[in-house]
């Protein structure tokens, strides 16, 4: 008698074995962890986004070395992600008037012009180059921070 096969059954006619990592057990369990893991960061996101307002330029690097994404769907990835995670944390900035909306219209406007501009950029740059890039920016802004 073979091992057991993804169909449920065990035999030699099966394509696809449950032991080789195929549909079966160990592939759900894979799914599910990687799932709970995906969560997780989410959830580190968020926290980070309304404490800090950093949490989608940390979801990056999670998505690259934890998730396995290419350094493009990571930087596209956290852009989807940012949006209802800042929608959420400044739903509550503003219920305790944290929020400067003549000064965050303007940003907001220029962002949507720089967010433009760079999603354009983005396609003549290799994904080497752009973890390089990415990399400076995150050591500027952290000496600037730490030192600034």
Not at 40 to 48: S, T
Not at 59 to 83: C, D, N, Y
Not at 128 to 137: H, M, P, Q
């Amino acid at each position: 008698m073979g091992p057991p096969t993804a169909r449920g059954g065990y035999g030699e006619g099966a394509n696809v074995s449950v032991v080789k990592g195929g549909p079966g057990l160990a592939h759900a369990t894979a799914g599910w962890w990687r799932t709970a893991v995906t969560v997780f960061i989410g959830v580190l996101v968020g926290i980070l986004n309304g404490l800090l307002a950093v949490g989608g330029t940390l979801l990056v690097p999670a998505s690259v070395h934890v998730l396995k994404m290419t350094q493009r769907k990571a930087h596209g990835s956290s852009l989807w992600v940012i949006l209802p995670t800042s929608m959420v944390s400044l739903y509550v900035y503003q219920t305790r008037h944290g929020v400067d909306w003549g000064s965050a219209w303007k940003i907001a406007a220029g962002g949507a012009v720089g967010g433009l501009l760079g999603a354009w950029l983005m396609r003549y740059v290799s994904g080497l180059w752009l973890k390089r890039l990415f990399a400076v920016f995150m050591l500027i802004a952290a000496v600037r921070m730490a030192f600034g």
